[in-house]
């Protein structure tokens, strides 16, 4: 159980064009997901949570009006990267969070999505 | 903010070594997560240890964590070639700044 998925795995854009990842929980519903990005070699870097329902709040630095994020139902949201450029391009993980803090909880993470931008 | 940071970076043993990392974080935390990732690959989430506890095992598996020192190890036992990968802590606040550290690569040589 606990099982999130991305798609697509991999996409190659050119610059300036938009590129929509999605994040699904596939067997159960997520009210919090998160949204990271990763360069080669390091670490995960939190890049905003989405809540279903409302707008998503941003770590500070990132760009809201760059990276759309919707989390438009209980097992969707998906990250939309705008006018993207070649600093864009990144490992981009999801995660989704089973039940609701401050209990605890485990984020579930997808297998990421590798984005190139040329 | 608060952040993990594992210990060492990088970590080099042959197959049926343990292998010890270490996590250091700078505020008070809720929970304390490790997390394995291969190469090019997703999270995958290994143990949860909530502040209240010192110690968790999971087979080969084996967190502590000393709030005190604000500080978690993760031990490996009777490595294996598959255990090859990158291992973070990340911690949360009640729900809030979910933070990873920057990981231990852990290559584990036949």
């Known amino acids: 159980g606990a099982v999130v998925s991305q798609h697509p795995s991999w996409v190659i854009c050119k610059s300036g064009t938009s590129v929509k990842i999605e994040c699904r929980s596939l067997?159960?519903?997520?009210?919090?997901m998160f949204w990271y990005r990763q360069f080669p070699k390091q670490s995960l870097m939190l890049m905003a949570t989405?809540?279903?329902?409302?707008?998503?709040?941003?770590e500070q630095g990132v760009e809201k009006d760059k990276f759309l994020i919707n989390h438009a139902s209980l097992t969707l949201s998906t990250l939309t990267v705008t006018s993207a450029h070649p600093e864009d391009s990144s490992f981009y993980i999801c995660?989704?969070?089973?039940?609701?803090?401050?209990?605890?909880?485990?984020?579930?993470f997808g297998p990421g999505t590798r984005l190139t931008v040329t | 903010s608060q952040q993990g940071e594992e210990d060492p970076q990088a970590l080099s043993i042959q197959e049926g070594e343990n292998a010890t990392m270490n996590c250091s974080y700078k505020?008070?935390?809720?929970?304390l997560q490790w997390y394995r990732q291969n190469s090019g690959r997703g999270l995958v989430h290994l143990i949860l240890?909530?502040?209240?506890?010192r110690e968790k095992h999971s087979g080969r598996l084996r967190v502590t964590l000393d709030t005190s020192k604000k500080s978690s190890s993760l031990l490996i036992t009777a490595s294996r070639a598959a255990d090859t990968a990158s291992y973070f802590c990340?911690?949360?606040?009640?729900?809030?700044?979910?933070?990873f550290g920057p990981g231990t690569r852990l290559s584990v040589l036949p």
């Open positions: 995660s989704a969070v089973p039940g609701r803090p401050p209990a605890g909880y485990e984020q579930y």
């Open positions: 067997d159960f519903q997520a009210t919090t």
């Open positions: 989405s809540n279903e329902g409302s707008k998503a709040t941003y």
């Open positions: 505020t008070s935390i809720n929970n």
């Open positions: 240890i909530r502040s209240n506890e």
């Open positions: 990340a911690t949360d606040n009640y729900g809030q700044n979910f933070v």
